[in-house]
């Protein structure tokens, strides 16, 4: 007797915990309010029917605890049953899997009006580069990156040029205007994650990988990584700041652009040139 | 030997053969069993010590063998998550432990309890004993094949292990063993450590492999005389349908093994693109990453269900057994079993949905995924359904029974949130991650281990294990290890990533602190609990009241041998015939609340038992 009691104390323990529970969501400020929306629906629905199967199965080890005397019934099927329950269950998982893939078609279609930022990645670091005038992103390779080039931006591509480099951990972005993220890495898997905008995705070699989001709160936000990459991964942090469009214009216009920090590396060049002839 | 066996009702029921009226019978007919189409095995009995157990070839001590090895790997396991529950917990009393020791007990805790201790123990160790006896076998078809198998396990292990004494130690490369990061310099373990892991597991593949030809074949083909397919005990089904699906899974983890292997040793490029690394591009191009997650999921999804599957039926005969009922929906529990097989095969990137693969995968991957889930929850209501109405004794063993059904249920669930693709972009890579594969593949089929060793001891050792400190072990395991991965999942909502050797200042995360140490504390009391088995196993050997044979009164071919522990050839001198499904329990009309598979049908005449 006492097991039913205490299986039935785990259940309703779990669902005091849930109610009652200190730990949840950080805040978002992202427009992927859906994803938690999608999140609160499995729950009532999962949640639900893990407590029914539990009280289900408390309840039988109450009502049909061993006695000598009795028998158990002798049914070895019952079609209808298993066929309510079976197209029950269909519908539930359909009723969940329904929200998902819509929010996921939102996911993977990026809006038109979305700036791009490209983030790269490394063995344990960040940096961002956004589209100049031109509003594209030059190509880039990895075998481009140098001191003079730390994008490895392809120097023959003229939408490259007017690129904006911000060559810290932090970037800024714009309240309420749509990024597209453009990740991608020089060495190992990364992940450009930051909980209070739900989105994630990895940064693989080789490739580059894209999500997207609109912030929606302006403040200051920790990027962690959240794929795996060695030793340092736990200290692979960043920084998002979002701002008003104003403070965001202003503080896009003190970044440098990629000709500007050529011309600055060049300048430094022939000024060595020069120290070396003397 | 000969009285117990001229006693064994089993042995009786050997009048079916009849067929040819050679004895007396009710009615012959009702009682009719095809012959037999082949011959009896020939047996190599053992003639030394070495022979009978070493290098034995008697699949129950070679199950005995798979169980020990892989418990003890299970031991090393348990201590290393021990080692990171400290620094998760107590970073300030883990001052001996680095980043790089840290990543590195990770890794090795999850690659031993998945492959090592889990897989082996199911397969290894519960195949090898229970198939044979199950199904009626003398022993598996190739004894020398199946020998060949648990040593090339041993070397496995040994090799593992060997890797935490070598340069550099074992690899820390995170179980899924990810590359680039794998092999490069900034992993621990990147040079000897990964070469050893990559070696252990090609040879784990090759030992396997030898083992589970053995399984599937004896099951298709060593059956005896009367066991159906549609008569064999679930657990039967389950070992079966997991050895399918591992003989055709890992291939996958060989091929990418032995690839890792020639891109970290030849620096070849099969998963290496364009790196950059200390400013120097390496000498490496062209390859893709996320090809071997692919390679690696192929095997890696099977493989949950490689664990699962023997648990679901291990499960279900226990639950009949002590609920005195038969199994509710035998035939949908088969072919549950037999679909959750194949669909497995068809959702591997559910792992992969932030990996960076193309997006629109995500659309089939969610759908399948979540289609597995209707005949998953077929079962748990044909587990909870069985227990309905039944006659139900709450012993040690149901109770873990009743464990596993609660952690199941649970990890099933928070399984259905992270198949389903777009809610499982802010879950990924969290500790709700962490929380449902634990409950679903770590506590769920631990439940049904240890129930499955109560309800077999007696069996394998011939004394029952003491069920007052079975209780205990139970109820410590159970409310502790549930109060480590309930409230785990909550840390995934805040957005802790996993992977994470010390959270640092992150303003969120500091309400985290809290859990953590809780959820340490009960992690070290859980790891501890489990020595009251090892405890209650030495005692029982030495003490223990001896086990009646078949104390449970179950019905399926392993309680009827010839003695108890059987003897190598495990029936005697004539295999026992089969007449109906191992799940008549409390049949009405009948004079015991159990019919035994071999009773044949006119000794049971005024039963209405259903035709199987």
Not at chain 1, 102 to 110: D, G, L, M, P
Not at chain 2, 424 to 436: C, E, K, M, N, R
Request: hydrophobic letters at 50%; charged letters at 15%; proline letters at 5%.
């Amino acid at each position: 007797m006492h097991a039913g009691i205490i299986f039935l104390l785990v259940i309703v323990g779990s669902v005091l915990f849930h109610i009652f529970t200190p730990w949840y969501w950080t805040d978002i400020a992202s427009n992927w309010k859906g994803m938690d929306d999608t999140i609160t629906l499995t729950f009532w629905v999962g949640g639900g029917v893990f407590v029914a199967v539990c009280l289900f199965m408390i309840y039988c080890v109450f009502r049909y605890q061993h006695k000598e005397d009795r028998r158990a019934e002798y049914k070895p099927e019952d079609k209808k049953l298993e066929k309510i329950l079976t197209w029950a269950t269909t519908l539930g998982v359909a009723a969940l899997l329904a929200p998902g893939l819509i929010i996921w078609n939102q996911y993977v279609n990026v809006p038109k009006n979305a700036i791009e930022v490209d983030v790269m990645a490394w063995q344990w670091g960040w940096q961002y580069r956004l589209p100049g005038k031109d509003g594209k992103l030059g190509t880039t390779q990895v075998r481009n990156i140098a001191d003079n080039n730390p994008f490895g931006i392809n120097p023959d591509d003229p939408f490259g040029k007017d690129d904006i480099m911000v060559e810290s951990d932090v970037i800024n972005l714009e309240n309420n205007r749509p990024v597209k993220i453009l990740l991608r890495s020089v060495d190992v898997l990364h992940n450009w994650y930051v909980p209070q905008f739900r989105a994630k995705m990895d940064a693989v070699p080789g490739t580059v990988t894209f999500y997207w989001f609109e912030p929606n709160k302006v403040g200051e936000y920790e990027v962690l990584c959240a794929e795996y990459c060695g030793v340092g991964h736990y200290a692979m942090r960043g920084g998002v700041e979002v701002q008003d469009k104003a403070d965001y214009e202003a503080w896009l216009g003190e970044q440098e652009t990629f000709e500007q920090l050529s011309a600055r590396y060049e300048k430094l060049n022939v000024d060595g040139n020069k120290l070396a002839k003397k | 030997m000969s009285d117990e066996y001229d006693n064994n009702k089993s042995y009786q029921a050997q009048s079916s053969e009849v067929m040819d009226g050679s004895t007396g019978s009710v009615n012959p007919d009702i009682d009719y069993v095809r012959p037999s189409e082949v011959g009896e095995q020939e047996l190599y009995h053992p003639h030394s010590f070495i022979e009978k157990w070493v290098f034995c070839q008697d699949a129950k001590v070679i199950g005995v063998q798979y169980f020990l090895t892989a418990v003890f790997t299970g031991v090393v396991g348990l201590i290393l998550s021990w080692l990171m529950r400290l620094q998760l917990g107590f970073p300030e009393l883990a001052g001996f432990m680095t980043a790089e020791h840290y990543y590195q007990f990770v890794t090795m805790h999850g690659m031993i309890m998945v492959v090592y201790f889990l897989t082996a123990l199911f397969l290894g160790g519960f195949g090898n004993y229970l198939i044979p006896l199950m199904v009626g076998a003398r022993d598996m078809v190739f004894p020398y094949v199946n020998m060949l198998s648990f040593w090339m396990f041993f070397v496995a292990v040994a090799v593992l292990m060997a890797s935490f004494f070598v340069p550099g130690g074992p690899t820390g490369a995170g179980w899924t063993l990810y590359p680039p990061q794998t092999i490069l310099e900034g992993t621990p373990g990147a040079g000897m450590g990964i070469l050893l892991m990559l070696i252990s597991l090609s040879l784990f593949v090759i030992g396997f492999t030898m083992g589970g030809l053995n399984y599937m074949i004896t099951i298709l083909q060593a059956r005896t005389r009367g066991m159906t397919l549609m008569r064999m005990p679930l657990t039967v089904w389950g070992i079966f349908t997991a050895t399918v699906l591992a003989m055709l899974a890992f291939p996958a983890l060989l091929v990418s093994a032995i690839m890792m292997t020639l891109d970290k040793v030849l620096q070849t490029s099969f998963f290496m693109p364009t790196i950059l690394k200390a400013g120097e591009v390496l000498e490496y191009g062209g390859g893709s990453p996320i090809l071997f997650q692919h390679l690696f999921w192929f095997f890696g999804h099977p493989e949950v269900y490689i664990v699962a599957l023997p648990a679901f039926g291990i499960v279900s005969d226990l639950i009949s057994v002590h609920a005195r009922k038969n199994i509710f929906g035998y035939r949908m529990m088969v072919w549950a079993i037999v679909g959750i097989g194949a669909l497995s095969f068809f959702v591997w990137a559910h792992h992969m949905y932030v990996s960076g693969m193309n997006p629109w995968f995500g659309f089939f991957f969610a759908t399948t995924t979540l289609i597995i889930a209707v005949p998953t929850a077929m079962k748990v209501y044909n587990w909870i359904l069985t227990l309905w109405r039944g006659n139900i004794r709450i012993n040690v063993v149901m109770l873990w029974c009743l464990g596993f059904i609660v952690t199941f249920v649970n990890g099933g669930i928070t399984g259905i949130f992270l198949g389903n693709v777009s809610v499982d972009v802010p879950l990924s890579d969290t500790y709700f991650v962490i929380a449902h594969f634990h409950m679903v593949m770590g506590i769920a089929p631990l439940m049904v281990i240890m129930g499955a060793v109560y309800h077999w001891f007696p069996l394998v050792a011939g004394k029952m294990l003491d069920e007052g400190l079975g209780k205990w072990h139970f109820w410590i395991t159970f409310l502790g290890a549930y109060s480590i991965y309930f409230p785990m999942h909550y840390l995934g909502f805040i957005g802790v990533p996993r992977r994470y050797f010390e959270m640092y200042d992150s303003p969120y995360m500091t309400s985290a602190v809290g859990m953590n140490e809780f959820i340490s504390i009960a992690a070290f009391i859980v790891g501890a609990a489990q020595f009251i088995l090892i405890f209650n196993i030495i005692k029982t050997l030495k003490t223990g009241k001896k086990a009646e044979q078949n104390p449970w009164k179950a019905n399926s071919l392993e309680w009827y041998t010839s003695t108890v522990p059987p003897e190598h050839g495990n029936f005697g001198d004539r295999l026992p015939v089969v007449h109906r499904w191992p799940y008549d329990f409390s049949v009405p009309g009948a004079k015991e609340d159990y019919i035994p598979q071999t009773t044949a049908p006119s000794e049971v005449i005024h039963t209405e038992v259903e035709k199987t």
